[in-house]
């Protein structure tokens, strides 16, 4: 006999792992410079709110690839480190999220900036495969010029 509660349970732990592997990727991919791979994490309606930082409003595919070839070209090394990954509402097909990030950028202008953020997240599955749907980065403290 199958006990479901537990089956549901296991489903919801890899929706979970798949969600935050999810993020780990889209760090991996910007911090490359791997601007397919990085469009990919998102849906492709997503919707991506970087209007706090004066980076802008992203929505789709075409958009948010065109800010990730910005990117590249101004900048020479980007690391993102990602905690402290809440996930909640989860569905089959939805869940919601927030994940800290600390990030570094060191532009081709010789300028080394220092970013404090939280990621308030909606997250969509299509076709099978977790994408993030909404992004909204919020300052958790202020953006630092470190050099």
Known sequence: MTDFRLEKTIVRFEDKFLIQEL???YALYVDKFQVDQWVNVFTSD??????????GLHVGHDAIRAYAVKLVEDN???AHLMANHTI???TDTAA???VFALVEALTKANVHARFQVIYEDEYAKVQGEWKIK???LRKTFPVEIVS
């Open 96 to 98: 919601r999220g927030t």
């Open 134 to 136: 909404k992004r909204v």
């Open 88 to 90: 909640t509402d989860l």
């Open 23 to 25: 993020n780990y990727f």
């Open 76 to 78: 020479i090394f980007v």
């Open 46 to 55: 997503a919707y991506f709110d970087e209007r706090e930082f004066e980076y």
